[in-house]
């Protein structure tokens, strides 16, 4: 009897579900910006940090809301455990949303297992670094290889619900809850349910989520470099050759103004008046308030597009309120390293702002094909799971054909 113990153990022991991700079917060549929620697994400075995701390391800090002016600051070291969020292009690979632009080089003693789990977080199986290397024996990688590692996202044509927003891509911890990451996002249960194709709020370790985060679209010239551009609600980001700073202020409005690095420009003053980009001038009268603004159109090969433009509102705008920044991270309190859904994560009492959402590939049991093609709703959704059973089917069916021959001798 002990050994019939031992097998039903093993039967219901072996077969549990591997963590489930979401993944958009795309036919199309456009990109979009996504984000990856990252912890760091250990010190790293942030050129090391952005050279692990082949990112910049100022739109690290621009979408993070940290202060990218600082001298010097690639140099700055992140603290172990720090949660932060990682902004990568996300493109249509084979059918579906991905991204294949990061590269590692292999060290000593590195695994796949360890590459995945423990460098990118789980945001990565082994196995799909296995396959997108063509990797014969997992067990055997040369020191200096440099390995493909195609990293989970979601554009889903850059809306929620038709509201802009900006997909992370959220890997999710033991002791989170869907509940908790949904306050942590401001968005709802019913949204994330909808957006991940989720049949209820049950959330396992090692899933990926696909976070949606709000955010201010841009509406610049398909021909434009920063076409499509979007900024997640209180972040930032740094465009035209790190001469624009674009953030996403209170009411969800996109604005745009010259960035504060030491970098060589073209001109960004409005043709026709003495405003720079981002000044506003009002003029108050007896018919309302006249407001003319000098604001960013995209960058248009090399030149920095700007626009002048007037319009009369029946009051006068205040001063043009924009996220604050705060200073690069150099410890990260106790309480935000076992908090569920770390983001907005505080450092030294300073929140980092609230940042959006994305979801994607491991190697799961369940896959979730999306809503339609203008972006997912929580109301109703064309998503579909498809589950996946066949290695636990194929080990259960082993178990019980194992159990039947050693009953009669028991």
Known sequence: MPLIATILFLLFTTTAVTPKSTIEPCSTTDTCTSLLGYTLYTDLKLSELA????????????????????????????PSQLFINIPITCSCIDGIRKSTSTRYKTRPADTLSNIADVVYGGLVSADQIKEANEIPDPNVLDVGQSLVVPLPCTCFNGTDNNVPAVYLSYVVKATDTLAGIAVRYKTTVTDLMGVNALGNAAVEDGDILAIPLSACASNFPRYAFDYALSVPNGAYAVTADHCVECSCTPGSRLYCQPASLLVSCSSMQCKGSNLMLGNVTVQQSSAGCNVTSCSYGGFVNGTIVTTLSSSLQPRCPGPQQVPPLIAPPTMVSP???????????????????????SVVPSTGSSIAFPPSASGPTASSSGACTLVNPLSSFSLAMALVLVLKVMVPFL
């Not at 050279?51 to 100022?58: E, G, I």
């Not at 994560?345 to 959006?356: E, K, N, T, W």
């Open 335 to 357: 309480d935000m390293v076992s908090a569920p859904a770390p983001s907005p994560f505080q450092v030294g009492g300073a929140p980092i702002g609230s940042l959006p959402g």
């Open 51 to 78: 050279s692990l995701f082949q990112t910049d390391p100022v739109s690290i800090l621009s979408t993070n809301s940290i202060d990218f002016t600082t001298p010097d600051v690639s140099s700055h070291i992140l």
